[in-house]
């Protein structure tokens, strides 16, 4: 079924059910009370979904930026990758900024790693640390973020503290997307190579599914 959007029609409108409209959503993460937040790429802007369909914009306006903010106040320069934690804060790929941006429960948006508009390979901590078009985002159970690092080909690991590390690298299909399981073996999709990668704790890098 559809849950919101209207099947082929591009746009950026509120509304209920197929009276709503996307443009380019990229990625999709759940809270606990089962509101979906959305990224929508080509709007620059978080939508929100609840469980009877309603969408509203939860962060960013259809403008690109880089300003932290409350809701609309805040920018986005085309997002993709988002992942909710227990607390219903949201972690962002704010893809074309080269940062991971931080949403509270309210609303309320912040730069948690990575400088914008300034790409680099670097780890370290907060706005010292660099990513090239960071894409997927995922948590694993002690609340740590990881991210795809594609322009960088690489795994990048920030702590809750903002601490920014590299897991992996070089992945050379480009990853884009990223998952973390129980175990905290991490699962990585490489774009470029067709394939499913897989990281244990350990640091060792094998292809999981694909060839």
């Known amino acids: 079924t559809i849950l919101a959007g209207g099947s082929g029609n591009a746009g950026s409108v509120n509304g209920t059910g197929n009276a709503a409209r996307f443009n380019q959503p990229y990625s999709v993460a759940a809270n606990a009370a089962g509101d979906v937040y959305v990224t929508s790429f080509n709007d620059h802007t978080i939508r929100k979904i609840t469980a009877a369909g309603v969408v509203t914009t939860f962060a960013g306006a259809l403008a690109f930026g880089t300003a932290d903010g409350l809701g609309s106040a805040a920018r986005f320069s085309s997002p993709s990758g988002i992942a909710v934690d227990i607390s219903g804060t949201a972690y962002v790929g704010d893809t074309a900024n080269h940062v991971i941006r931080k949403i509270t429960a309210d609303g309320l948006v912040s730069t948690f790693a990575g400088a914008p508009s300034i790409s680099g390979q670097r780890d370290g901590t907060g706005s010292a640390a660099r990513f090239n078009l ?57 774009y470029g190579s067709r394939t499913i990668d897989k990281i244990t704790p350990g640091g060792v890098v094998s292809t999981f599914a694909g060839t």
């Open 134 to 190: 960071p894409y997927g985002v995922a948590l694993d159970r002690a609340g740590n973020v990881y991210v795809a690092d594609a322009g960088n080909f690489a795994i990048r690991k920030i702590t809750a503290a903002g601490v920014v590390s590299t897991v992996a690298a070089p992945l050379l299909g480009g990853p884009t997307g990223v998952a973390v399981d129980a175990a905290g073996n991490i699962y990585v999709a490489e």
